[in-house]
């Protein structure tokens, strides 16, 4: 088992300095916000540092539309699915394995239409960009969103029926604790309904917080993963308190806090699956 963390979670600090700090803790891996980096010399960082840049975090929000996957304006679903084809490329440039994305936007909890018409664009979109991803390397990983973060796949099982419809062997799916928390019935059965189409695996305990600080079973949770015989990645995905994940990065400071649930979080992580 690997463990990971995600860049962004950070805010505006500088990418170097959490890739030191990632690596400095412990963490195997680090999962970085799809910008428009130097891949090149964060490429030699990572290698310097012994972390690994395994996957990237599509950058993309609501209410711009034009990173809008499930645009039912073919227009904007054109600029959308250009604009996420530039993301496969920063990670074929950084040397990644995969992508995080959803089928819409973040933050788009509304849809424009009438759902289906949404689901629909997404599809289309998806299956046109998965074989430019395939030819770089790079599976594409949905995450399902919480109700408020998405108004398309909310779940373990609806991201599972996503993915058979989308019918590509490079789209894959995933789970993530906090949005489980959320939108499922139970925190176990998801990681055994999705078999080998769960590729991915992001944490955070119920209060998006670091792993221990709310409520959540962990112990279970990680029983279920351990079940399942997945040995991939585990990254840690957590949000200091009252911090808005739609503000704008420049506002998300309680860097000292993320620091904390990142170092705390690993330890619990490498307890509950070493022993």
């Not at 409520?215 to 995905?237: C, F, N, Q, R, S």
Request: a negative charge.
């Amino acid at each position: 088992m690997k463990f990971s963390i995600c860049s962004w979670i950070f805010g505006d600090q500088p990418i170097e300095q959490t890739m030191r700090e990632a690596a400095s803790i412990g963490y195997d891996e680090i999962e970085i916000h799809a910008k428009d980096y130097n891949w090149e010399e964060l490429t030699r960082l990572a290698e310097t540092l012994g972390l690994r840049i395994r996957g990237l975090c599509a950058d993309a929000a609501w209410p711009r539309r034009e990173t809008d996957l499930s645009q039912i304006d073919p227009l904007m679903r054109k600029k959308a699915v250009n604009y996420f084809k530039e993301q496969i490329s920063r990670a074929y440039r950084a040397g990644a394995e995969y992508m995080v994305l959803s089928p819409c936007a973040p933050g788009k909890s509304e849809p424009e239409g009438n759902g289906k018409e949404e689901w629909k664009a997404a599809v289309l979109s998806l299956q046109e960009i998965a074989p430019y991803a395939e030819e770089r390397n790079v599976a594409l990983v949905i995450e399902p969103l919480n109700r408020y973060e998405s108004c398309i796949i909310n779940t373990g099982g609806q991201a599972l029926v996503l993915v058979e419809e989308i019918g590509h062997p490079f789209v894959t799916t995933m789970l993530d604790t906090f949005h489980m928390n959320i939108e499922e019935s139970s925190m176990e059965a998801p990681f055994h309904h999705l078999g080998p189409a769960l590729s991915h695996i992001h944490v955070a305990d119920n209060n998006r917080q670091g792993l221990g600080y709310g409520i959540l079973p962990w112990e279970a949770i990680v029983g279920a993963i351990k079940e399942t015989g997945y040995d991939a990645t585990i990254t840690v995905e957590c949000l200091a308190p009252e911090l808005n994940v739609f503000l704008s990065e420049e506002k998300k400071s309680r860097i000292d806090c993320v620091n904390e649930y990142a170092e705390k979080s690993l330890e619990k992580m490498q307890y509950l699956f070493r022993t």
